[in-house]
Every structure is written in structure tokens, then in C-alpha cells.
């Protein structure tokens, strides 16, 4: 009897340690965002970085949106800080901003700030890959509110194009290939795909969310942060020596678009600097553009 | 129901809600070979990690005692995407320590650099393979791929 006292607490002791040290050991640790990023940021009095830290949340429901006068009504707006539940709602948004017959067009602008090369090539095709990139992307939203055109082109920071796709079920540019377009929807070409995966990988619970005024916008911000155990190349540059990966998405929270996503690194030395930034531009389009309709008559070459 | 059952129920379910509570689901790919070269026994390694943000691929080369040298004579870390273009290739030459026991070298890519990022379509795979060197004198080359 006595035996098995001690044994039952020893082993819920037991079992709790070898999960925690499991967790603990995992190859790379996301961490809330609040403590980590902004105590390894230098130079800034300790004062306020506490604040900072112990700075409060936003409440879930009860967020009551600004407003510069006190005489309009004020409007309560759901900002949950739930990943989940943000991804449900943007989904929705974006989808209610969006998602009407016709065609979508959406450009990302993409920049590196880190030191390295501009171009890769691939030694077993000759391919380039630019560093810095315009990927630009034209989906055409059918009467049934189906995708059933995706028109994907890239190019370089100069022109220089490296990527051309088209998936398409429409009469006028048929492919051979359109399985792409099966599961395709606009909250994913937006980058909701990302936090799907961050959903996925169990990771909901370990991203930062926060709702901030920017440029008389409202705007939500998602942080996920990757911690390395010794520092690591970032990107293809060798000497990155970096020892966390902070990646921000902005989206606007009234529409559901996304605004931009910041890539910040911090390299073992605690320095900190953007690695990275994307700009996003979404907007209907009621007429093609010449060249694009080109494009497509040379591509949509399957009839 | 007796105590003894009770308690145990009481324990299963308590390292159940812990390991729940802990549970991560990252795609990770990690294999490994071994063998000997004059008398030294050694281990090639190699890894690929999915991670929300990006991806993570790894190059380890061990041995139990020192070795000449020990590394590799070419490591590759690249993504290929569904429309048969890479979205990041990052090569490495041959790269040794020398009377060593260990080398190791690894590269992260942001999600920026993968195929959704770049191409707007998905991976075929994400890979890390190449040569694994072992030499006491004469230079044994291990071939190792982690690919998912």
C-alpha cells in the first residue's frame, strides 16, 4: 500500500519530466513572441522593455474600435487573439471582399535585405532564381464562385521573368493540368495557407497576435518566431549566423487583405535587422489587360 | 472499481493531457549510415525540417576518434516545386575539418524562398543530399539524401 502511494505520484512526476524535456529538446523552439523578441533587442532601457512586456493584450470581444469623435457611435469589432479563430475570420473577410464573378489580381513585391547573391542558378538546369521577385497572380472568380483560372507569372526586381503558369478550365485557354485549381481559393492565394500550416503543425498556440493603427488602418498583425539551437545560414548566406526567425504578417482587418509580411532575424551577436519584406496589392480587375490576354491565347494552347 | 484501477486511469490520463498539451506535428526527415575507415568508426547524418516559417536542412559527419579529415565533398539543400523549377538551391563544395571528430553545417530558407512564396505553387520536395567524406589516409565518400 505504502508503495504504491509513493509509486502513482512518482510516476505522474516521471511522465510530466520526460514531456517537458521532450518539448524542451524539440529541434526548434517557437516562443511567445512578447519576451524573447523585445528583450533581445539592444540598447533600449530595461525600464521600458518591462513595460513592454508586461504591456496588456487586447480582450477578445470587447475591443471597441477608435474613433476621433466621441459623438459617432463606437462600433465593436471582434478581435480575438485566437490563431484559429483569426484565420476562420479572415477567411471570411476576404472572401466577402473578394470572392464575386470576375477577374482578381494580386501582386507580391518581395525584397531581401541580407548579403547575398542577387541570383541562384541551378547547376542541373541553368535555371536563375532571382533573390528579389514581383510574383504577380490573375484568377478568374466563375459565375459559380469557383476558381477557374490561375495565371501565374514572376519576374525579377529589373523584368527579367523566371515563372510562367497557367491552370485553367476556362474554353478560351484550356490546360492540360487544372488539378491545382481543385482546392484552390482567394483566402489561400492571400497567404491564409501559411496559417493553416502553422495550425496544422500545432504551433496555434505559440503565435503573437496583435491589432494596431497604422496609417488610419486597422491592422492585424501574426508573428511566429523560430529559435535555433547554435547559429545558422539564412537564405543562402553562409555567414548569418542567426539564432531566431521572426516572421510578421500585417493584414488589414477590416477588409482581410493582406497589407505585408517582415522577416526579422536576430544573428548571434543579439543584432537584429529586417532580413526581408513582402508588400501585397490585391484588386479586381473588369478588364484584362492586351499583353495579358496574349499570354493567355499563347498558353492556353490545349483546345 | 477498484483503487489500484482508478489510480491507474488517473495516471494514463494525466500523461495523455501532457503529451496532448506538447504535441507538435513538424514534418521532419532525418537519416543517418555507418561504417569504419581505418579503424575509426563513423556516422553520416543528414536532415530536412518543415517548419511554418521555412526550411531547415542539415549535414553532420562524426567519428569516435579524430580523423584527418572529416566532412563533406558536396552537400546540396534545394526545393523543387510542382511546375519543375527549384525555388532555392544552395550547393556546397567540398568543405572538411581537419583532425577532427565533427562537422556539421546547416541552412534555414524562409517560406519567402519556397515554392509558394516564390512560384505560387506547391513542393514536389524539399531535400538534403550529397557526399559525406571519412579519410584516415584514404578518403572514403558516403552518399546520404533526406528528402521530404
Same mark, same amino acid.
Given at each position: ?61 470587447? %475591443?471597441?474600435?477608435? &474613433?476621433?469623435?466621441?459623438? +459617432?457611435?463606437?462600433?465593436? =469589432?471582434? @478581435?480575438?487573439?485566437? /490563431? ?90 484550356? %490546360?492540360?493540368?487544372? &488539378?491545382?485549381?481543385?482546392? +484552390?481559393?482567394?483566402?489561400? =492565394?492571400? @497567404?491564409?495557407?501559411? /496559417? ?99 499570354? +493567355? ?7 | ?148
Amino acid at each position: 500500500m505504502l508503495s504504491r502511494k509513493i509509486s502513482i505520484p512518482l510516476i505522474i512526476i516521471v511522465a510530466t519530466v520526460v514531456v517537458l524535456v521532450v518539448s524542451i529538446n524539440q529541434p526548434f523552439q517557437r516562443a511567445e513572441a512578447i519576451e524573447e523578441q523585445e528583450l533581445a533587442v539592444p540598447q533600449q532601457p530595461t525600464q521600458e522593455l518591462l513595460q513592454a512586456v508586461h504591456e496588456e493584450q487586447p480582450s477578445i470581444a470587447d %475591443t471597441v474600435a477608435p &474613433t476621433s469623435d466621441p459623438d +459617432l457611435p463606437s462600433v465593436r =469589432v471582434e @478581435e480575438p487573439t485566437d /490563431l484559429v479563430r483569426v484565420n476562420e475570420i479572415l477567411k471570411e473577410k476576404i472572401n466577402a471582399s473578394l470572392l464575386q464573378p470576375g477577374w482578381v489580381q494580386v501582386t507580391k513585391e518581395y525584397i531581401s535585405f541580407i548579403e547575398s547573391e542577387e541570383t541562384t542558378t541551378v547547376p542541373e538546369n541553368g535555371q536563375v532564381i532571382p533573390r528579389d521577385y514581383i510574383l504577380e497572380q490573375w484568377l478568374l472568380v466563375a459565375e459559380d464562385l469557383t476558381i477557374t483560372v490561375q495565371y501565374i507569372r514572376g519576374t525579377s526586381l529589373s523584368g527579367e521573368e523566371y515563372t510562367t503558369t497557367l491552370y485553367s478550365k476556362d474554353p478560351r485557354w484550356p %490546360t492540360t493540368e487544372t &488539378t491545382a485549381l481543385d482546392t +484552390l481559393d482567394l483566402p489561400s =492565394v492571400l @497567404e491564409t495557407r501559411a /496559417l493553416d500550416d502553422i495550425i496544422a503543425m500545432g504551433f496555434a498556440g505559440e503565435t503573437k497576435i496583435e491589432y494596431i493603427d497604422e496609417e488610419g488602418a486597422r491592422l492585424m498583425t501574426i508573428t511566429t518566431i523560430t529559435q535555433f539551437p547554435r547559429p545558422i545560414g539564412f537564405n543562402g548566406w553562409e555567414d548569418a549566423r542567426v539564432m531566431e526567425y521572426a516572421q510578421t504578417y500585417f493584414y488589414d482587418w477590416e477588409t482581410g487583405l493582406p497589407h505585408r509580411m517582415e522577416e526579422l532575424i536576430t544573428r548571434e551577436d543579439g543584432t537584429q535587422m529586417l532580413a526581408g519584406v513582402s508588400v501585397y496589392a490585391v484588386s479586381h480587375v473588369d478588364e484584362l489587360p492586351m499583353d495579358l490576354v496574349s499570354r +493567355l491565347d499563347v498558353m492556353g494552347g490545349v483546345r | 472499481m477498484n483503487q489500484k484501477k482508478l489510480n491507474l486511469i488517473i495516471v494514463v490520463l494525466v500523461m495523455l493531457l501532457l503529451t496532448l498539451t506538447h504535441l507538435k506535428n513538424v514534418d521532419a526527415y532525418t537519416t543517418s549510415l555507418s561504417g569504419s575507415t581505418g579503424g575509426v568508426s563513423y556516422t553520416a547524418y543528414k536532415s530536412v525540417l518543415i517548419l511554418p516559417g521555412g526550411y531547415y536542412g542539415q549535414v553532420e559527419s562524426t567519428a569516435v576518434s579524430s580523423m584527418g579529415r572529416i566532412g563533406i565533398s558536396y552537400w546540396t539543400f534545394d526545393q523543387k516545386c510542382t511546375n519543375g523549377q527549384w525555388s532555392f538551391y544552395y550547393n556546397l563544395g567540398g568543405t572538411v575539418n581537419l583532425n577532427s571528430t565533427y562537422f556539421m553545417r546547416d541552412m534555414f530558407y524562409s517560406s519567402s524562398e519556397g515554392c509558394y512564396g516564390k512560384f505560387g505553387v506547391s513542393t514536389t520536395y524539399t531535400r538534403s543530399t550529397g557526399n559525406h567524406e571519412f579519410n584516415m589516409g584514404t578518403p572514403v565518400y558516403r552518399f546520404l539524401e533526406a528528402k521530404l
